[in-house]
């Protein structure tokens, strides 16, 4: 029997075993094109499909007869269909976690402090690093003034160095960013 005959028939479905819903999934990873937010939200459906097989498997094991015994096996069948096919799925998406994330969660914080504590700590490597450029440049300033002082042909002729090193600079950065038409390259956002 085909998949057309199987939903004719009533088999399969929501009220049976789950294989029919566990191969039309399959067919649907198969042809999945390779969009990031696409996968994860299959893998996210496949998640909440498995949450709703091990709860029906949960409602059949705990009223469980010898009548029953059919259909706890039908849906672990599905459930380990699903299972599988959750990690076909997962293969594709590309999603790190951090270990301390996951150390938080098993402590019973809330993974939110790791992204406060990782954006405070980049607020103060900031800052360092801030003060740093702005002491070279004062150091620069400085350094030129005194400089300025002592040979003032040579700085003269350093500034003029720099200007024209600077306005080429600028001159390749615009033409690498324009368009035969004009336009200026836009950058795609990830």
Do not use: W
């Amino acid at each position: 029997m085909d998949l057309s005959q199987n939903t004719a028939l009533g088999t399969g479905g929501s009220g049976g075993n789950g294989m029919l819903a566990a191969a039309v999934n399959d067919t649907a990873a198969a042809t999945a094109v390779d969009d990031p937010k696409q996968n994860l939200n299959q893998v996210i459906n496949s998640i909440q499909k498995t949450l709703g097989l091990l709860h029906q498997l949960y409602l059949t094991a705990s009223s469980f007869n010898t009548a029953s015994q059919l259909p706890l096996l039908q849906r672990l069948n599905g459930l380990v269909t699903e299972l599988d096919n959750m990690v076909k799925l997962s293969e594709k998406c590309n999603i790190q976690v951090p270990m301390e994330v996951l150390n938080l969660i098993d402590d019973g914080k809330n993974p939110d402090e790791f992204t406060r504590d990782v954006i405070n700590s980049c607020i103060v490597k900031n800052q360092v690093t801030k003060g740093k450029t702005d002491a070279f440049k004062s150091l620069r300033k400085h350094l030129l003034e005194e400089l300025e002082q002592t040979f003032p042909d040579e700085v003269e002729s350093y500034r003029e160095i720099r200007a024209m090193s600077a306005a080429e600079a600028k001159r390749l950065a615009q033409a690498q960013s324009s368009l035969p038409n004009g336009d200026v390259k836009v950058k795609a956002e990830l």
